[in-house]
């Protein structure tokens, strides 16, 4: 069963606007992870954030976490050509993560 | 530094073929390892992952199967391919098995006709 699903599925934004994708997740974690996904890639992990922090920032990266919603987000702000990709959250369910199905972003110029 | 390589990049076999897939881990002892397909435009589905030499774990039954031969080495075999086989594998490591980071490697991109 799927454990993260992440909302929308595909999203195209301006070059310059803030982007913005959602996981929710159905069971309690320890921690969520956000990674970047380039097209034909591996992933690249973005950022962590435990069950015991709200929010966290990286760069251009914002991630928020609530545990009573069972939902994060993940924020980039002053997108950039550079950060088409896919995005997908990741939550650890006993002894290994799962990835969510991600959100496919494209930037456009 | 750690790396993580993985062959081939890419592969085309024909239904019915044996497979062999290798991946290896540089600057690193006992990683946590996993194998990983992720079909056109989907997620990532976990197949295998180990904790050390000779512990596989498997999490989807199908005509997969892996091996670690050594403790930096994961490979991802099939004595007969199906035509849902086909996908883009990928392995990464871990330092342990929650709560970190995983290291992806670059991929394989496996067409099965």
């Known amino acids: 069963s799927q454990q993260g699903e992440e909302d929308p599925q595909a999203l195209s934004i301006q070059e310059g606007e803030n982007a913005t994708m959602n996981c929710s997740y159905k069971?309690?974690?320890?921690?969520l992870q956000w990674y970047r996904q380039n097209s034909g890639r591996g992933l690249v992990h973005l950022i962590l954030?435990?069950?015991?922090?709200r929010e966290k920032h990286s760069g251009r990266l914002r991630v928020t976490l609530d545990t009573s919603k069972k939902s994060s987000s993940l924020l980039i702000t002053a997108s950039r050509a550079a950060d088409t990709a896919s995005y997908f959250c990741?939550?650890?369910?006993?002894?290994?993560?799962?990835f969510g199905k991600g959100t496919r972003l494209h930037i456009l110029p | 530094s750690q790396t993580i390589h993985q062959w081939p990049a890419t592969l085309v076999q024909p239904v019915g073929s044996p497979l062999s897939l290798e991946c290896t881990v540089e600057?690193?002892?006992?990683?946590?390892l996993y194998w990983y397909r992720q079909a056109a435009g989907r997620g990532l589905q976990l197949l295998f992952y180990s904790i050390g030499i000779d512990q596989i774990s498997s999490e989807v039954p199908q005509n997969l199967s892996a091996s670690r031969p050594q403790d930096r080495q994961f490979i991802l075999s099939s004595k007969k391919l199906l035509l849902s086989d086909s996908g883009f594998y990928l392995c990464?490591?871990?330092?342990?098995?929650?709560?970190?980071?995983?290291?992806f490697g670059p991929g394989t991109r496996l067409t099965v006709l």
């Open positions: 069971t309690s974690i320890n921690n």
């Open positions: 954030i435990r069950s015991n922090e």
């Open positions: 990741a939550t650890d369910v006993w002894d290994k993560i799962i």
């Open positions: 990464a490591w871990s330092q342990t098995i929650k709560g970190n980071e995983q290291f």
């Open positions: 600057g690193t002892s006992n990683p946590n």
